[in-house]
């Protein structure tokens, strides 16, 4: 049975030319690119060429990416080395909906006394401009905000509230894993510090990610050890995965045009075949200021898991939200924060698509989907047949 993979928020299959350019790294190139031979130079160039490709994706400098594990290590690694940084200011913003990577080490920060705001949103997953001005005071340190929620997809405001927080001289991070690669960006002329990106969520490889910090930002490194990142990451990188970064960069490029037309194309048929088809089907999240390739849809008094499990019969992937939060039966964080009803919250279904879904694959989907539906909603004790 053809696996029809609809999940590629949670991670992607890695791309035939980014697995060509790391094969060789393996067993033919295989120095270590700090050697002093020449041998281990050829490697170090195969790493300036990719963060020249990740550079070139970001529209920054290639002296601002620094290579990590992937995006959980750069979240860490941004707001851990901003509050270094700053060993007088307490205090950390960010939302109720972010990843938790972002959540999880903010509060925790804050058992060992920083003072945590985390910002409300709206029905449409949306926060409140005015309300994230209210809070930034001279004891702000660093505000944390997604630049693409990976649940519904929705994009955040991220030049007014760069700007807002450069006006008070704050400095701002941004997870931007899922917005990376089906999103331009151009971070030379934005109001945003340091950023965060993850390999495996734009067909690159996992364990590997990039931390921008922008020229001037004040930051302690979040690892010491050797000197690789210009002192800013230590450990012997990860040459492969970094060079298959570069690459997955270089096509995110390419398909871009791709990504916001073909891809957005197939979003919306699924997405308004399923609201037709399905009844008491809603759409989670801003309809308009969000990803091309993501939708959320509540099936009311359904689980969402019987939802997966059916799907899956049919080799159909998809998610009830996010991959980093799936262990836990309780309803998604981002759901909640957003007033879903309960009865919605946990008949939740997220679809992302990527350039290698195909239309007939979407047909098939919208065909299996009712049946699916129809057959849970006959067992809920909650429905009236």
């Known amino acids: 049975m053809k696996t029809i993979y609809l999940d590629n928020n949670a991670t992607t299959r890695v791309a035939d030319e980014v697995f060509a350019e790391m094969q060789p790294l393996f067993c033919e190139f295989y120095g270590n690119p700090s050697s002093m031979h020449s041998f281990g130079g050829r490697v170090e160039k195969k790493i300036i060429q990719a963060r020249h490709q990740a550079a070139a994706l970001l529209g920054c400098?290639?002296?601002?990416?620094?290579?990590?594990?992937?995006?959980?290590?750069?979240?860490?690694?941004?707001?851990?080395?901003?509050?270094?940084?700053?060993?007088?200011?307490?205090?950390?913003?960010?939302?109720?909906?972010?990843?938790?990577?972002?959540?999880?080490?903010?509060?925790?920060?804050?058992?060992?006394?920083?003072?945590?705001?985390?910002?409300?949103v709206d029905s449409r997953g949306q926060i409140d401009i005015d309300e994230l001005r209210r809070n930034l005071d001279d004891n702000t340190a660093v505000v944390s905000i997604m630049w693409a929620n990976n649940e519904t997809g929705v994009i955040f405001p991220i030049e007014q509230i760069g700007g807002l927080c450069r006006s008070y001289g704050v400095p701002f991070h941004?997870?931007?894993?899922?917005?990376?690669?089906?999103?331009?960006?151009?971070?030379?002329?934005?109001?945003?510090?340091?950023?965060?990106?993850?390999?495996?969520?734009?067909?690159?490889?996992?364990?590997?990610?990039?931390?921008?910090?922008?020229?001037?930002?004040?930051?302690?490194?979040?690892?010491?050890?050797?000197h690789q990142e210009s002192g800013r990451r230590a450990g012997t990188e990860n040459v492969p995965g970094i060079v298959g970064l570069g690459?997955?960069?270089?096509?995110?490029?390419?398909?871009?045009?791709?990504?916001?037309?073909?891809?957005k194309l197939l979003r919306d048929k699924l997405e308004n075949a399923i609201l037709k088809t399905c009844p008491n089907a809603t759409i989670n999240g801003d309809k308009v200021n969000r990803l091309p390739n993501t939708t959320n849809i509540s099936f009311e008094f359904i689980e969402g898991e019987a939802i997966l499990m059916l799907l899956d019969q049919y080799g159909i992937?998809?998610?009830?939200?996010?991959?980093?939060?799936?262990?836990?039966?309780?309803?998604?964080?981002?759901l909640r924060a957003?007033?879903?009803?309960?009865t919605a919250a946990h008949g939740s279904i997220r679809f992302s698509l990527s350039i290698y879904n195909t239309?007939?694959?979407?047909?098939?989907?919208i065909e299996k989907m009712p049946i699916i539906v129809n057959r849970l909603r006959q067992l809920s004790p909650f429905v009236k047949v």
Do not use: W
Not at 68 to 77: H, L, M, R
Not at 111 to 119: A, N, P
Not at 338 to 342: A, I, K, Q
């Open 338 to 342: 957003m007033g879903v009803p309960f």
């Open 61 to 120: 400098e290639p002296a601002e990416i620094v290579f990590t594990s992937g995006g959980t290590e750069s979240d860490n690694a941004a707001i851990k080395g901003i509050l270094a940084a700053n060993p007088a200011k307490r205090k950390i913003i960010t939302t109720r909906v972010e990843h938790p990577a972002v959540l999880t080490t903010c509060r925790e920060l804050e058992r060992h006394g920083y003072i945590v705001y985390e910002l409300a």
């Open 174 to 226: 941004s997870d931007a894993v899922q917005a990376v690669g089906k999103i331009p960006f151009n971070l030379s002329n934005f109001p945003v510090d340091m950023i965060s990106l993850s390999g495996h969520k734009l067909h690159g490889p996992k364990g590997v990610g990039v931390l921008y910090v922008r020229k001037g930002t004040k930051i302690v490194p979040f690892m010491f050890g050797g």
């Open 247 to 263: 690459k997955a960069c270089e096509l995110a490029m390419k398909n871009m045009q791709h990504e916001n037309s073909r891809v």
């Open 359 to 365: 239309e007939q694959e979407i047909d098939f989907v």
């Open 317 to 334: 992937c998809a998610s009830s939200g996010s991959a980093c939060s799936s262990g836990s039966l309780e309803p998604s964080h981002v």
